[in-house]
């Protein structure tokens, strides 16, 4: 199974094609906010185009957005897909994902929350920084920006869950950040 995970898109068209030519086909995107408004702190992104970034988005089949501090009323009217928030909740097979902008609560909130959930993974947004963490048994990600980052790169993030060769009972799970300018794996958060 390969999830595929972008964040803060902030209407880029440009950088929203880029991200997903590094993030390939995959059995379901994760999209933690910030969809097609770039918001008032931020300049506009290179490729700022909310109309051609939604067509993108409306003909995709396995996408799930959670709401971003961005987001208004107008932006569900156009995208064919809900908005959920602050939580969006997926089940795949026998692992649970909590996907939340990350701008409603402190930190340790949504986590708590996320935990109370049930929640094996929780992927979060909002700071345009990359992240990989884990508490107790969650693990927590954040793939960073895919259009105005913070923290030197424009990235998305994958994560491939599949059965461990030598053990039935087992599985892998493989989380790799991308960055989408070079298609290059990033080593170092």
Same mark, same amino acid.
């Given at each position: ?13 440009? *950088? ?8 390939? !086909?995959?059995?379901?995107?994760? %999209? ?5 408004? %770039? ?15 939604? !067509? ?17 009323? +107008?932006?569900?009217? +156009? ?7 602050? *939580? ?12 939340? %902008? ?34 107790? =048994? ?7 920006? =895919? ?21 039935? %009972? !087992? ?6 950040? *991308? ?7 990033? !080593?170092?958060?």
């Amino acid at each position: 199974m390969k999830i595929g995970i972008l964040s803060d898109t902030h209407g880029s068209s440009l *950088y929203f094609d880029k991200a997903m030519d590094v993030l390939g !086909e995959c059995d379901l995107y994760l %999209h933690a906010g910030d969809i097609l408004y %770039h918001g008032p702190r931020n300049d506009l992104p290179e490729g700022y185009n909310p109309k051609a970034l939604t !067509e993108s988005l409306n003909d995709m089949d396995s996408i799930i957005f959670a709401k971003g501090n961005c987001e208004a009323d +107008v932006d569900q009217m +156009v995208l064919n897909h809900p908005i959920q928030g602050p *939580y969006a909740l997926v089940q795949l097979d026998e692992f649970r994902l909590v996907v939340n %902008h990350g701008y409603v609560g402190a930190k340790d909130e949504i986590i708590a929350n996320a935990k109370n959930m049930g929640a094996d993974f929780l992927i979060l947004g909002h700071t345009h920084v990359k992240e990989l963490s884990f508490d107790d =048994t969650l693990i927590i990600i954040n793939p960073g920006s =895919t259009s105005i980052p913070k923290d030197g790169s424009r990235s998305v993030a994958i994560v491939e869950i599949n059965p461990d060769e030598d053990n039935d %009972h !087992e599985l892998n799970i493989d989380i790799n950040f *991308y960055d989408i300018d070079t298609g290059e794996i990033i !080593e170092e958060l």
